[in-house]
């Protein structure tokens, strides 16, 4: 089965600094897609980026970049300029095209930004 | 429209009590999902929908009844639930189709259920 596996519990960063979030996975499948998504306390889930196995460019949104390293299986989160509105809990998905209706979610990084 | 609309926001019941969550999609999504999150934990999956059959159910108790009347709602019917099953219960959409691997789930801004 896949995993996903995000090994920082809890991270802080300056407002206007810039930090990266950490996530691994496994998998033995050649197409699938993964994801970071954001859920603030107001409790949504909400969509910061997405990466297609296949590409091999970076998906980069606004102050949002993607490192995705498919041989090492490494797609870690960078958010430039941080805002205070970037504090949340941030968990990176995985979704494959054996089990597709399945996305398997890492254990969360709480990122802590400070004025 | 991409949104997903869950109610209720909070739910309180007792543990005799029966209730039911809802969630509704227009996006024209044929996979709806339903998940279980406690405090600074991931979504747990409960159940999937697909073209409104369930396609997986992830040994969840049969406390928990989900129900798909139709492409655009889902229901979760609760009866006789524990304490142990206070937490937040999102409700999510998505393609189901191999080849739109792109598309996200869309999640609903949950249901808190507190059981007393």
């Known amino acids: 089965a896949q995993t996903v596996t995000q090994s920082q519990p809890e991270m802080s960063v300056q407002e206007a600094e810039t930090v990266t979030l950490s996530c691994t996975y496994d998998?033995?499948?050649?197409?699938?897609?993964l994801f970071w998504y954001k859920q603030p306390p107001s409790r949504q889930m909400i969509l910061v980026i997405r990466?297609?196995?296949?590409?091999?460019q970076n998906a980069t949104e606004n102050r949002f970049s993607v490192n995705f390293q498919k041989a090492a299986k490494s797609f870690s989160l960078k958010i430039s300029d941080s805002q205070l509105g970037d504090a949340a809990m941030y968990f990176c998905?995985?979704?494959?095209?054996?089990?597709?209706?399945?996305?398997?979610f890492g254990s969360g990084t709480k990122l802590n930004v400070k004025p | 429209d991409t949104e997903v609309t869950q109610t209720p926001k909070h739910l309180v019941m007792g543990m005799t009590n029966k209730k039911s969550l809802k969630c509704e999609q227009h996006?024209?999504?044929?996979?709806m999902y339903w998940y279980k999150q406690k405090a600074k934990k991931p979504p747990e999956l409960m159940f999937v929908?697909?073209?409104?059959?369930?396609?997986i159910n992830e040994s969840v108790p049969s406390r928990f009844s989900p129900e798909c009347p139709n492409s655009s709602l889902l229901n979760l019917h609760l009866h006789a639930l524990q304490p142990e099953d206070s937490a937040l219960y999102l409700c999510?959409?998505?393609?189901?189709?191999?080849?739109?691997?792109?598309?996200?789930?869309?999640f609903g801004q949950g249901t808190r259920l507190t059981v007393v």
């Open positions: 999510a959409s998505s393609q189901d189709k191999a080849r739109l691997l792109n598309t996200e789930a869309f």
């Open positions: 998998t033995s499948e050649s197409d699938y897609y």
């Open positions: 990466q297609e196995a296949y590409k091999q």
């Open positions: 998905a995985y979704r494959g095209s054996y089990n597709f209706n399945k996305f398997y």
């Open positions: 996006m024209g999504h044929r996979a």
């Open positions: 929908y697909s073209y409104e059959k369930l396609s």
